[in-house]
């Protein structure tokens, strides 16, 4: 029986699968995070991924003596060039392909076929789109020193901005900003302006702030909803430009929405404002597993 091995990283962890010829998941490991501009060097992470996927295969052999990995698939982080030569060393799960690690969800959105995808992540966002040549593009994925619109950082960043305006009584006191200092356990401006200065705060703390403002506007904080809506509306401004360049201005292609702030019928609204009211909106909620085993599917 044919087997097939995926991989998906990002810069916490290492997930692999092992899919049947009918497309079920028959085996799954996790192991470290293996972003080559972050963490390790080439022959570190090749180790890594060998013995992972060594693990699978004997695993599939057990189940059936004569399975045989006929796809391997990296859906990693980092440099592609970096991935293309680490799939020409694994010599003994080729053919191997590489692909970018918003790929499962751009799967997930498309199916594999044209359409588009915003992304809001933790300290990165994106917008994704396969072209009707089924080309992969994407625009943003900049990281949090260039704080993509519509990523949590980016939220909290903009929840920071306007608790410190408070704080410094440029703006009047409220529930949002005494959410926001509790959260960063500080309510003294010149303090809390050092602390983000310094590492004492880390870029996943300014991150997690997202949570709370999520709350808050969940509970009709106007607040929290004018940070969020003003930091959808530039991530969909970046999809809006990739929709014309790619398909035309009237393109009715589906756009895959992935990421808790962008499920809410508000953000919808904002979203629609910006994108058009005929734009057809695809909730992404499955796991980026489940779109990494869909693209092994469809993979030959």
């Known amino acids: 029986m044919n087997y097939k091995i995926g991989v998906l990283g990002d810069d916490a962890k290492t997930e692999f699968i092992l899919v049947n010829a009918e497309g079920k998941i028959r085996g799954q490991a996790t192991t470290i995070a293996c972003n080559p501009d972050i963490f390790l060097d080439q022959d570190t992470i090749r180790s890594v991924l060998l013995e992972k996927l060594a693990d699978l295969a004997a695993r599939a052999k057990a189940e059936q003596p004569g399975a045989k990995i006929v796809h391997t698939a990296l859906c990693m982080p980092g440099s592609p060039g970096f991935w293309t ?23 997930l ?90 590492p004492s705060i880390t870029n996943q703390q300014i991150a997690d702030l997202a949570a709370v403002v999520i709350d808050l506007a969940s509970a009709g904080d106007d607040v929290a909803e004018t940070v969020i809506h003003n930091s959808v509306s530039e991530i969909a401004d970046l999809a809006a430009t990739v929709r014309e360049s790619l398909f035309g201005e009237e393109a009715n292609v589906p756009v895959g929405l992935h990421g808790r702030i962008l499920q809410s019928v508000p953000i919808r609204e904002t979203l629609q404002e910006v994108l058009g009211a005929k734009t057809r909106f695809v909730p992404v909620t499955e ?7 869909q693209l092994l599917v469809r993979l030959q």
């Open 109 to 198: 959105a498309t199916k594999g076929k044209a359409g588009l995808l915003i992304d809001c992540g933790g300290l990165r966002s994106l917008v994704a789109a396969r072209d009707r040549d089924l080309a992969v593009h994407y625009a943003g994925n900049l990281g949090c020193r260039l704080n993509d619109p519509g990523s949590n950082y980016n939220i909290g960043c903009q929840a920071l901005t306007c608790a410190l305006a408070e704080l410094q009584g440029w703006s009047e006191p409220s529930d949002f900003g005494r959410a926001i200092c509790a959260a960063m356990k500080s309510s003294d401006p010149v303090l809390l302006t050092t602390k983000l200065d310094g």
């Open 287 to 293: 796991s980026p597993t489940e779109g990494l085993r």
């Open 85 to 107: 030569g680490i799939v020409a060393r694994l010599h003994d799960f080729s053919p191997a392909s590489a692909h970018p690690n918003f790929i499962p969800a751009l799967e």
